[in-house]
């Protein structure tokens, strides 16, 4: 029954991916990049182990297995999930054992590429610890429990919040909150650790630390016994050994409360007559659109963690500023969210998914669905926008370069739009569904938008690099130039946006009917 499952997840794998040319392409390409970064790890862990201090050695293989754990857990909720083919929700109807459930799930799971890529480079820290026999030797089962910690862990973690899946606030809270700490912890590790001597003398100590934890128990032995320190070692097998059993214990709890109650959707009921968004914008095509995507932003979790990046980017150039003396990274603080802004409408038909459909069957024209997706984007945007760039501007008392600031922020983001109106009209990629699974992932979604997002900002900073120029000079020799640089910025984002706006409809007229059945494979996969 484990072969079965086993086979069962690669073959709906290979389906998902023959379904869609891209999804195949980017995993593909992902592949042959988590390949490269491979490869480039193994040779530096040669090389330490070569020609290295076995002391430092010790302080990275902790920290980077510390990462690769925490990175298990926390980094599906950031860029792609876990791989959830194996769902418990869709095996309940099987009578398959509970006990049989777990090792096929946990088999598959490591069978997958990022567990093998994380298996091949914990292995590799045996070359880095070459030169100390024994610690080279106690790699090789540390590594196979550091990697198995981590994809159990994963597991543990996503089979945990099944039952709070129902409850849209988590939904839209947990990856917020999430992320928020995440990008967080090296800012705020550089800044508490400011007066206790450079960030490079800490490092020891946090390795140390970590390795009596469950993060960082099981790469910490190979550490141990290079030091002398066997009673250590042993204890921090021990505590590798009981997280596994724990993480064991918790997993088959949570498997066997979701096979019998898997989750549902939360029923908010509205009452005769609320229609929302839809009672006051304007009754065209365009203000339908309009209104529907403002009750997606509104609703939706997924535009939530895409609106987090303008609070977010606000606390990190501060505490860049904070760090370096003062300096006057938080003044770009309106252009950089002005920026980043921009890109949620890049996948914004692919959240859509199949409802995009109504726009076809209604007869939309592409015009009015970009100009009520961008009305919609630009009523929550642009006073993110106005607001980073006066915090921006105003922390740092840099108030002469306001015009600058302003038209640099609201040139990005129109921009932005305009760029994005006509990529979004052509490419669609997999994405989570509405309600799906925080923990869920699509193979190939992240590389595939990733590709896209970052193809959209080279083109933003291109069209709008005479306002940077300009920006700069207003920095460099006066004021004048930043006057300058409004009118330019502002004049290149409506061009932009107007152009993005006429030739993304007209493409999205032509596309419309292809885009659709692009979503209905990724959605069927």
Same mark, same amino acid.
């Given at each position: 029954?484990?072969?079965?499952?086993?086979?069962?997840?690669?073959?709906?794998?290979?389906?998902?991916?023959?379904?869609?040319?891209?999804?195949?392409?980017?995993?593909?390409?992902?592949?042959?990049?988590?390949?490269?970064?491979?490869?480039?790890?193994?040779?530096?862990?040669?090389?330490?182990?070569?020609?290295?201090?076995?002391?430092?050695?010790?302080?990275?293989?902790?920290?980077?297995?510390?990462?690769?754990?925490?990175?298990?857990?926390?980094?599906?909720?950031?860029?792609?999930?876990?791989?959830?083919?194996? +769902?418990?929700?869709?095996?309940?109807?099987?009578?398959?054992?509970?006990?049989?459930?777990?090792?096929? &799930?946990?088999?598959?799971?490591?069978?997958?590429?990022?567990?093998?890529?994380?298996?091949?480079?914990?292995l590799g820290t045996v070359a880095a610890w070459i030169r100390v026999p024994a610690a080279a030797i @106690?790699?090789?089962?540390?590594?196979?429990?550091?990697?198995?910690?981590?994809?159990?862990?994963?597991?543990?973690?996503?089979?945990?919040?099944?039952?709070?899946?129902?409850?849209? #606030?988590?939904? +839209?809270?947990?990856?917020?909150?999430?992320?928020?700490?995440?990008?967080?912890? $090296?800012?705020?590790?550089?800044?508490?650790?400011?007066?206790?001597?450079?960030?490079?003398?800490?490092?020891?100590?946090?390795?140390?630390?970590?390795?009596?934890?469950?993060?960082?128990?099981?790469?910490?032995?190979?550490?141990?016994? @290079?030091?002398?320190?066997?009673?250590?070692?042993?204890?921090?097998?021990?505590?590798?050994? @009981?997280?596994?059993?724990? !993480?064991?214990?918790?997993?088959?709890?949570?498997?066997?409360?979701?096979?019998?109650?898997?989750?549902?959707?939360? &029923?908010?009921?509205?009452?005769?007559?609320?229609?929302?968004?839809?009672?006051?914008?304007?009754?065209?095509?365009?203000?339908?659109?309009?209104?529907?995507?403002?009750?997606?932003?509104?609703?939706?979790?997924? $535009?939530?963690?895409?609106? &987090?990046?303008?609070?977010?980017?606000?606390?990190?150039?501060?505490? $860049?500023?904070?760090?370096?003396?003062?300096?006057?990274?938080?003044?770009?603080?309106?252009?950089?969210?002005?920026?980043?802004? @921009?890109?949620?409408?890049?996948?914004?038909?692919?959240?859509?998914?199949?409802?995009?459909?109504?726009?076809?069957?209604?007869?939309?024209?592409?015009?009015?669905? #970009?100009?009520?997706?961008?009305?919609?984007?630009?009523?929550?945007?642009?006073?993110?926008?106005?607001?980073?760039?006066?915090?921006?501007?105003? !922390?740092?008392? +840099?108030?002469?370069?306001?015009?600058?600031?302003?038209? !640099?922020?609201?040139?990005?983001?129109?921009?932005? $739009?305009?760029?994005?109106?006509?990529?979004?009209?052509? /490419?669609?990629?997999?994405?989570?569904?509405?309600?799906?699974?925080?923990?869920?992932?699509?193979?190939?979604?992240?590389?595939?938008?990733?590709?896209?997002? /970052?193809?959209?900002?080279?083109?933003? !900073?291109?069209?709008?690099?005479?306002?940077?120029?300009?920006?700069?000079?207003?920095?460099?020799?006066?004021?004048?130039?930043?006057?300058?640089?409004?009118?330019?910025?502002?004049?290149?984002?409506?061009?932009?946006?107007?152009?993005?706006?006429?030739?993304?409809?007209?493409?999205?007229?032509?596309?419309?009917?292809?885009?659709?059945?692009?979503?209905?494979?990724?959605?069927?996969?």
């Amino acid at each position: 029954m484990v072969a079965t499952l086993v086979r069962l997840r690669f073959r709906i794998l290979g389906n998902n991916l023959k379904r869609s040319t891209w999804q195949l392409v980017a995993t593909i390409l992902g592949g042959l990049y988590a390949l490269g970064m491979l490869g480039g790890l193994l040779l530096a862990l040669i090389v330490a182990g070569q020609a290295g201090d076995p002391r430092w050695i010790g302080v990275a293989v902790v920290l980077g297995g510390s990462l690769l754990t925490l990175g298990w857990v926390v980094g599906p909720l950031l860029i792609g999930g876990v791989d959830q083919t194996l +769902e418990p929700a869709r095996l309940a109807q099987f009578p398959i054992p509970l006990r049989t459930l777990l090792v096929g &799930i946990t088999v598959a799971g490591m069978l997958g590429i990022p567990a093998l890529v994380s298996l091949v480079a914990g292995l590799g820290t045996v070359a880095a610890w070459i030169r100390v026999p024994a610690a080279a030797i @106690a790699a090789v089962p540390c590594a196979v429990l550091g990697v198995l910690i981590a994809v159990v862990a994963s597991r543990t973690v996503a089979a945990l919040s099944a039952s709070l899946q129902s409850s849209r #606030r988590y939904r +839209e809270l947990s990856s917020v909150i999430i992320l928020f700490a995440v990008i967080l912890i $090296y800012p705020a590790i550089i800044f508490f650790t400011q007066g206790s001597g450079t960030f490079v003398d800490t490092l020891p100590g946090l390795a140390n630390g970590l390795g009596w934890t469950p993060l960082g128990a099981s790469w910490a032995v190979p550490a141990a016994i @290079a030091g002398g320190d066997w009673v250590g070692a042993v204890l921090r097998l021990l505590i590798a050994l @009981a997280t596994v059993v724990l !993480l064991f214990v918790l997993w088959r709890r949570a498997l066997a409360t979701a096979l019998v109650t898997p989750p549902s959707a939360e &029923i908010k009921r509205v009452a005769r007559g609320k229609i929302g968004a839809f009672a006051w914008v304007p009754q065209t095509p365009a203000g339908a659109v309009m209104a529907r995507s403002l009750t997606y932003w509104r609703r939706d979790p997924r $535009y939530g963690q895409q609106l &987090i990046s303008a609070p977010l980017m606000l606390v990190i150039l501060w505490f $860049y500023s904070t760090i370096n003396d003062g300096a006057p990274f938080l003044m770009w603080g309106g252009p950089i969210v002005g920026f980043f802004l @921009a890109m949620v409408l890049v996948t914004d038909i692919s959240y859509d998914g199949t409802a995009f459909a109504t726009h076809l069957i209604d007869g939309v024209r592409g015009r009015d669905d #970009r100009l009520g997706r961008v009305a919609a984007a630009a009523v929550i945007a642009v006073p993110l926008t106005l607001i980073a760039t006066l915090i921006g501007v105003g !922390l740092t008392g +840099e108030w002469t370069r306001l015009p600058a600031m302003l038209g !640099l922020a609201f040139g990005a983001l129109a921009t932005g $739009y305009g760029a994005a109106s006509v990529s979004s009209a052509r /490419f669609v990629m997999p994405v989570k569904q509405a309600g799906d699974n925080p923990f869920k992932s699509t193979p190939g979604a992240g590389f595939t938008q990733g590709l896209q997002t /970052f193809a959209v900002w080279g083109i933003v !900073l291109l069209v709008l690099s005479p306002a940077i120029v300009l920006t700069v000079l207003d920095l460099v020799i006066g004021p004048l130039f930043g006057w300058i640089a409004l009118i330019v910025a502002l004049v290149i984002g409506v061009v932009a946006l107007i152009i993005g706006i006429r030739v993304g409809g007209r493409l999205l007229d032509r596309t419309g009917p292809t885009l659709l059945a692009q979503l209905k494979r990724m959605r069927n996969a």
